[in-house]
């Protein structure tokens, strides 16, 4: 077992409840593009838990090592290694998926990226194909909580792109429809979508 695996208490809290979404939005789908897997947390934890998916990862280069090592104690066979994807720098991984997940993503990239990732999503996903989209959001421009709307100028001043608004998601991606939005724990919303 790794003692060092990177470690996020949020991803902790979380991965039960978006685990309840998942297994409902993915039951018909087969193999799971994840964009940003961050620590490998959830990774583990859902390949392990939805064991008729495959789970792709993917991530910046410098967290290969940390998913890395999830996967290495998991030892789940249903999990892939890290594959290099950052939406703006690199293509879009070269493997066909019928299911997207993405975890707090978009408030942390710039907002041409969010747009080109919603873009590219809508064409590698086939007719019917899934995308789970779990993060702060506003809706019709207005915040949910104090807490969220500080958190947002914080990334702002931070140089991140801050929270994007469901109305805006839904203008970059005309070939995704949006089926529910979800009320999550700690003020997060699931965005379920699939594609025309």
């Not at 280069?61 to 090592?69: A, C, F, L, T, V």
């Not at 809706?139 to 702002?156: A, C, K, P, T």
Request: proline fraction near 6%.
């Amino acid at each position: 077992m790794h003692s060092d695996k990177p470690f996020s208490q949020a991803c902790e809290n979380n991965k039960r409840p978006i685990l309840a979404v998942l297994e409902k939005a993915f039951s018909h789908t087969s193999e799971v593009l994840e964009i940003g897997s961050g620590t490998g947390q959830h990774a583990a934890f859902f390949a392990q838990h939805l064991p008729h998916l495959i789970w792709h990862t993917s991530d910046q280069p410098h967290y290969h090592s940390g998913i890395d090592r999830w996967l290495d104690d998991a030892k789940l066979p249903n999990a892939r290694r890290p594959i290099t994807f950052k939406v703006g720098e690199d293509n879009f991984p070269t493997i066909s998926v019928d299911a997207v997940y993405t975890a707090n993503t978009a408030h942390i990239m710039q907002r041409d990226e969010v747009a080109l990732m919603m873009k590219l999503i809508a064409q590698h996903l086939p007719t019917n194909g899934v995308f789970c989209q779990y993060g702060p959001f506003t809706v019709n421009g207005e915040f949910n909580s104090s807490s969220n709307r500080d958190f947002h100028h914080q990334l702002i001043a931070q140089g991140y792109g801050g929270y994007r608004d469901v109305e805006e998601l839904v203008s970059w991606s005309p070939d995704l429809v949006l089926d529910e939005i979800i009320a999550m724990p700690a003020n997060n919303s699931m965005l379920v979508w699939h594609r025309r």
